[in-house]
C-alpha cells in the first residue's frame, strides 16, 4: 500500500524568501504525485500533479514540485514566498490502476513572516 | 469554471441521529469519492464510486455509513447514527479520468 510523509509541520519562512516543503512516498512503482493547498476552513485546491514525463512540473501561484525517483521525494518548491501563501500543504500520492483513491500526507503548515 | 458543491457547508447534530451530507459532482465527471479530516490530523480516504456501485472503501467506512447517487447530480454520504468521533470535515471529490481528483469546499459535522 502507498504511504506518504512530510517530515516538517510547521514551517516559518520570511516573506520574499524561497521555501521548499518535502515530501516522501512510498509505493513499489511510479506513483501519480499531488500538492494541495488549504487554506483555514476552505477546501483542498490543487496546486500541481505529477503523472509521468517531465520531472520537474509547474503549478498555479508560482508552485513547482520535483519528482525524484531515486529518493522518494516529491518536493514543493516556490522561489519567493507571499503572506498570502500562508496555508497548510498536502502531498499526496495515487496508486495508478490501484482503485484510485488518494493517500496523504500529515500536512505541513507554512506561516509567512513580514 | 466547473466546481465540487457541497451542502451544508456546517452541520450539527446530535449523537445517535442519522446525518446527510450532499455534494454536486462536476457535470461530467464518473468517479465520486468521499474523504475525511479528523481536527488537526490527515486526509483520509473514506469511499470511492463509480457506474452506481462502491469501487473501494476504508476500514473507516463500516456499516455506518453509505452512500448514493439518488439521481443525476447530487452523490450523498449517510451516517446513520453518529457518534463523537465522526466529528469532522467531510470533503467530496470527483474525477473524470480517475487520476485528479477535484475537492469540495467540505461540510464540517459536529456531533453533540
Known amino acids: 500500500a502507498q504511504s506518504v510523509t512530510q517530515p516538517d509541520i510547521h514551517i516559518t519562512v520570511s516573506e520574499g524568501a524561497s521555501l521548499e516543503l518535502r515530501c516522501n512516498y512510498s509505493y513499489g512503482a511510479t506513483p501519480y504525485l499531488f500538492w494541495y493547498v488549504q487554506s483555514p476552513g476552505q477546501g483542498l485546491q490543487l496546486l500541481l500533479k505529477y503523472f509521468s514525463g517531465d520531472t520537474l512540473v509547474q503549478g498555479i501561484k508560482g508552485f513547482e514540485a520535483e519528482f525524484k525517483r531515486s529518493q522518494s521525494s516529491f518536493n514543493l518548491r516556490k522561489p519567493s514566498v507571499h503572506w498570502s501563501d500562508a496555508a497548510e500543504y498536502f502531498c499526496a500520492v495515487g496508486a495508478p490502476g490501484y482503485g484510485n483513491k488518494l493517500v496523504f500526507g500529515a500536512g505541513t503548515i507554512l506561516r509567512v513572516k513580514s | 469554471e466547473p466546481e465540487v458543491t457541497q451542502t451544508p457547508s456546517h452541520q450539527v447534530t446530535q449523537m445517535g441521529q442519522e446525518v446527510i451530507l450532499r455534494c454536486v459532482p462536476i457535470s461530467n465527471h464518473l468517479y465520486f469519492y468521499w474523504y475525511r479530516q479528523i481536527l488537526g490530523q490527515k486526509v483520509e480516504f473514506l469511499v470511492s464510486f463509480y457506474n452506481n456501485e462502491i469501487s473501494e472503501k476504508s476500514e473507516i467506512f463500516d456499516d455506518q455509513f453509505s452512500v448514493e447517487r439518488p439521481d443525476g447530480s447530487n452523490f450523498t454520504l449517510k451516517i446513520r447514527s453518529t457518534k463523537l468521533e465522526d466529528s469532522a470535515m467531510y470533503f467530496c471529490?470527483?474525477?473524470?479520468?480517475?487520476?485528479?481528483?477535484?475537492f469540495g469546499q467540505g461540510t464540517r459535522l459536529t456531533v453533540v
Open positions: 471529490a470527483s474525477s473524470e479520468d480517475k487520476i485528479e481528483a477535484f
